[in-house]
């Protein structure tokens, strides 16, 4: 059972990058899944949420219009796209089933010039 997150890394200040999560050893189309953040110093931050059908959507103010969360039930994987980056968006960011309280290992997302 786990969660394997892939596609961070360092991008320029209005750049984009997308995040993808592969599950494994459950029923993923059973779950919402979610997204979270942690930044160096600050306590772990929601992003955005999906339910298990993919039809109900939320998003953090912070990211709001600039961020889109979508899941692919038949490949198991919850991605996050990310545009119009801005450097208070750099943190780790780590995919969340919270009905199972399981997290993946996080990837690294850098914003800078």
């Known amino acids: 059972v786990q969660l394997v997150e892939s596609g961070g890394g360092l991008v320029q200040p209005g750049g984009s990058l997308r995040l993808s999560c592969v599950a494994s050893g459950f029923i993923f189309s059973r779950y919402g899944m979610r997204w979270y953040r942690q930044a160096p110093g600050k306590v772990r931050e929601l992003v955005a949420i999906i339910s298990s059908a993919g039809d109900n959507i939320n998003y953090a103010d912070s990211v709001k219009g600039r961020f889109t969360i979508s899941r692919d039930n038949a490949k198991n994987t919850v991605d996050l796209q990310m545009n119009s980056l801005k450097p208070e968006d750099t943190a780790v960011y780590y995919c969340?089933?919270?009905?199972?309280?399981?997290w993946g290992q996080g990837t690294q997302v850098t914003v800078s010039s």
């Open positions: 969340h089933v919270q009905a199972r309280g399981l």
